[in-house]
């Protein structure tokens, strides 16, 4: 890790029985770094060093991913919801003095950001959420295209211990193929061997695959549930909010990622980038062409 992120610091936070890994770098205001399935906190590690210059950059791995705890889950899924999650990563920034923050995610980790947002908006300055859509426009706006594309979301959220059983006999090979698949070459080019060997490493446990699938089931039960309340009571995200997608990436298969967070948000602008689903990885500049400008007009 150190090759991928040098000059940054290792920690680790308790909160609610959970042990939560962060890497801490940079100085500035505080920018949370939020990855997601099935990585880690090393998918940042091309965007790091500018993000580092300008910002305190924090970057977890999420409950059930990298160096964090993997709860025992429950029978509505809470545990692995993305509540839980943005809890966690609350606890984890407050006890790093942090009361108030940016917030960046990707995939997963945009949907803890968002919720975040929702839940405890005097928490978060501003959001971006990287090549994701909400998860109540995911499960009700299925088109053929999307869940051939998608279709994770249903495999991984059947009861245990089907997807486990079916992943467990090659993890890597599922790993390997699952992240060529959503990439716009449909190959391993954009990733670093640093980061391929950090993301096989965690995903190829037992624990972390069953972990995983919790979190899909999460979003099949609590988080869509969660998002059905905040839809139908006209809730939104009030902070300044950056949409990026990938042209190629998985939002694109949907009617128009802007317009779905439009309903969402009070404030929202962006546009899509060239590239797969892994928009920090391939396609770093143009990621931070946007993202560094939206930041500094709303980091504080």
Same mark, same amino acid.
């Given at each position: 890790?150190?090759?991928?992120?040098?000059?940054?610091?290792?920690?680790?936070?308790?909160? #609610?029985?959970?042990?939560?890994?962060?890497?801490?770098?940079?100085?500035?205001? =505080?920018?949370? $770094?939020?990855?997601?399935?099935?990585?880690?906190?090393?998918?940042?590690?091309?965007?790091?060093?500018?993000?580092?210059?300008?910002?305190?950059?924090?970057?977890?791995?999420?409950?059930?991913?990298?160096?964090?705890?993997?709860?025992?889950?429950?029978?509505?899924?809470?545990?692995?919801?993305?509540?839980?999650?943005?809890?966690?990563?609350?606890? %984890?920034?407050?006890?790093?003095?942090?009361?108030?923050? &940016?917030?960046?995610?990707?995939?997963?980790?945009?949907?803890?950001?968002?919720?975040?947002?929702?839940?405890? =908006?005097?928490?978060?300055?501003?959001?971006?959420?990287?090549?994701?859509?909400?998860?109540?426009?995911?499960?009700?706006?299925?088109?053929?295209?999307?869940?051939?594309?998608?279709?994770?979301? /249903?495999? $991984?959220?059947? =009861?245990?211990?089907?997807?486990?059983?079916?992943?467990?006999?090659?993890?890597?090979?599922?790993?390997?193929?699952?992240?060529?698949?959503? &990439?716009?070459?449909?190959? /391993?080019?954009?990733?670093?061997?640093?980061?391929?060997?950090?993301?096989?490493?965690?995903?190829?446990? =037992?624990?972390?695959?069953?972990?995983?699938?919790?979190?899909?089931?999460?979003?099949?039960?609590?988080?869509? #549930? #969660?998002?059905?309340?905040?839809?139908?009571?006209?809730?939104?995200?009030?902070?300044?909010?950056? #949409? %990026?997608?990938?042209?190629?990436?998985?939002?694109?298969?949907?009617?128009?990622?802007?317009?779905?967070?439009?309903?969402?948000?009070? &404030?929202?602008?962006?546009?899509?980038?060239?590239?797969?689903?892994?928009?920090?990885?391939?396609?770093?500049?143009?990621?931070?062409?946007?993202?560094?400008?939206? %930041?500094?007009?709303?980091?504080?």
């Amino acid at each position: 890790m150190s090759k991928l992120f040098p000059g940054t610091q290792e920690y680790r936070h308790r909160h #609610a029985g959970v042990e939560i890994f962060a890497r801490i770098g940079g100085s500035g205001p =505080p920018l949370l $770094l939020i990855h997601g399935f099935p990585q880690t906190h090393a998918m940042w590690h091309k965007v790091a060093p500018d993000l580092m210059r300008r910002f305190t950059c924090v970057m977890p791995d999420l409950r059930g991913y990298g160096y964090s705890s993997c709860p025992v889950n429950d029978a509505k899924n809470e545990a692995y919801s993305k509540r839980a999650m943005a809890q966690d990563l609350v606890a %984890l920034m407050t006890s790093l003095g942090h009361d108030r923050f &940016s917030v960046v995610g990707h995939d997963r980790g945009a949907r803890v950001g968002y919720r975040m947002a929702l839940d405890l =908006p005097d928490t978060v300055s501003c959001l971006t959420v990287l090549d994701i859509v909400p998860t109540h426009a995911m499960w009700h706006n299925f088109t053929v295209r999307l869940a051939m594309k998608t279709y994770h979301w /249903l495999m $991984l959220a059947q =009861p245990h211990p089907l997807p486990e059983m079916l992943i467990e006999p090659n993890p890597v090979g599922y790993l390997d193929y699952t992240i060529a698949s959503w &990439s716009k070459s449909k190959d /391993l080019s954009a990733f670093s061997e640093d980061a391929l060997s950090d993301y096989r490493m965690h995903y190829a446990t =037992p624990e972390h695959i069953h972990a995983t699938c919790n979190d899909y089931r999460a979003g099949a039960t609590y988080d869509l #549930a #969660a998002d059905v309340v905040d839809h139908a009571a006209g809730r939104k995200i009030t902070c300044p909010t950056l #949409a %990026l997608w990938g042209t190629a990436g998985i939002p694109s298969e949907t009617e128009g990622p802007l317009e779905t967070w439009h309903e969402w948000c009070e &404030s929202v602008e962006g546009h899509g980038i060239d590239s797969g689903h892994f928009i920090a990885e391939e396609n770093p500049q143009a990621t931070l062409d946007t993202l560094i400008p939206f %930041l500094e007009r709303h980091a504080h």
